[in-house]
């Protein structure tokens, strides 16, 4: 099962004040609007979202359909069909995409020690 790209999302207390940090770290906006108190971020491969008011805790992000820079893949395993094979080895979801539906869409699910993932795909 290919999830596709990977980053963390961080349930930031000020946006400003994070962007500022992490640009000391390197990283550097690639994405999002702080005026909307989210922002994508990269330092080479690695990416993480800051989202200020957006989410309670930090949690794993995995989006269907691209690459690590956000590119469109021409062929990925949708995101309904990740679901529905989780769906099948028992695997609890917090929410769930409309299997009916296509394009963009996710779901939520949460692992044994509490740390929510998100499989949000955009194509």
């Not at 963390?8 to 990283?27: M, N, P, R």
């Not at 690695?46 to 992000?61: A, C, H, V, W």
């Not at 990740?82 to 609890?92: A, D, P, R, S």
Request: charge should be negative; glycine fraction near 8%.
């Amino acid at each position: 099962m290919n999830l596709g790209a990977f980053s963390v999302s961080l349930a930031v207390k000020d946006i400003a004040a994070s962007k500022a940090f992490y640009e000391k770290l390197g990283f550097a906006e690639v994405g999002g609007n702080i005026e909307q108190n989210w922002l994508i971020m990269r330092n080479d491969k690695t990416t993480i979202g800051l989202f200020q008011g957006m989410f309670e805790k930090n949690m794993l992000t995995f989006n269907p359909g691209w690459d690590a820079e956000c590119n469109t893949l021409a062929e990925f395993q949708d995101v309904r069909e990740i679901q529905k094979n989780l769906k099948t080895e028992g695997v609890k979801l917090d929410t769930e995409a409309d299997e009916a539906g296509d394009g963009p869409a996710s779901f939520a699910l949460t692992d044994p020690d509490g740390n929510p993932i998100l499989i949000d795909q955009h194509v």
